[in-house]
């Protein structure tokens, strides 16, 4: 909340000296130019999935490191959900899935599972609804501390990294993250699965955008936008892993990473 204080402090004294330094009209143009450009830090900083300036924001590894980490958004699902474990299984990969607490809690055992096959399991809020990401500091914290709780109780771990819906952030999230000792984490890559049906576009689009150090996002459950269905995804997994693997990239845990702690000490 800090840095938007600064922020809109910052305009206002630069409109401020606009009006009074300047002779008309050239004060009124610097006043406007002023609150343009604060406007426009602003919405860069919301809708920037990986900005900082709200919510510390992790999207790829702190050092150079020929891995990349798979992540697996709005799940779990009952019909995908074990289909992505099974072929993370057959590859030998570990990944994260950062989860929806309402979901968890209609499908604990798939949570469990996750966790049993050493996978991570992030926060991605609880309910993933249309305009949380411009909710207050009420909302996002019962949307962080309720998805919290429904890993907790289904899996015994309490995820410290959370996911935005869509990756967009605002000042409250930074300070309810802060809070409860959690950071963001955004993506260096998506495979636009979510509303892309063809799977030699996902595969293609990530292995050839993939970044060495980079995060990668994948769906598997249903988002609010697009299609429900996870085919796609699936069809393109083995693809995207086997093509990373031959660009010479390590396929790695998202703690390993990132260096960063993934749960909560009990």
Not at 171 to 190: K, N, Y
């Amino acid at each position: 909340m800090l840095k938007a204080i600064a922020i809109k402090l910052a305009a206002i004294a630069a409109v401020v000296a606009s009006l009074v330094l300047l002779p008309f009209p050239w004060g009124w143009v610097g006043a406007c130019a002023s609150l343009a450009l604060a406007l426009g830090v602003i919405a860069w900083a919301v809708f920037n999935v990986n900005s900082s300036i709200w919510a510390r924001t992790l999207w790829r590894s702190p050092v150079p490191a020929k891995a990349v980490a798979l992540t697996f958004d709005d799940g779990p699902d009952p019909e995908f959900t074990p289909r992505v474990l099974d072929l993370l299984k057959d590859k030998g990969v570990k990944a994260t899935f950062f989860c929806v607490g309402a979901r968890v809690r209609r499908h604990p055992a798939l949570a469990k599972r996750i966790a049993q096959e050493g996978h991570t399991l992030g926060n991605h809020s609880d309910t993933h609804a249309v305009w949380i990401n411009f909710s207050l500091h009420g909302k996002l914290r019962r949307e962080i501390r309720d998805c919290n709780n429904a890993i907790e109780a289904a899996t015994g771990v309490k995820p410290c990294l959370y996911r935005a819906p869509h990756g967009f952030k605002n000042p409250a999230l930074g300070d309810v993250l802060g809070q409860e000792g959690m950071v963001a984490v955004g993506w260096q890559v998506r495979g636009f699965d979510a509303v892309v049906t063809d799977a030699a576009r996902i595969a293609e689009r990530i292995v050839d955008s993939a970044r060495p150090g980079g995060v990668i996002l994948l769906h598997d459950g249903a988002g609010l936008q697009g299609t429900s269905d996870r085919n796609a995804t699936l069809e393109a997994l083995p693809v995207v892993i086997d093509g990373l693997r031959a660009r010479g990239l390590e396929i790695v845990a998202l703690d390993t990473l990132l260096g960063s702690k993934v749960y909560a000490q009990a």
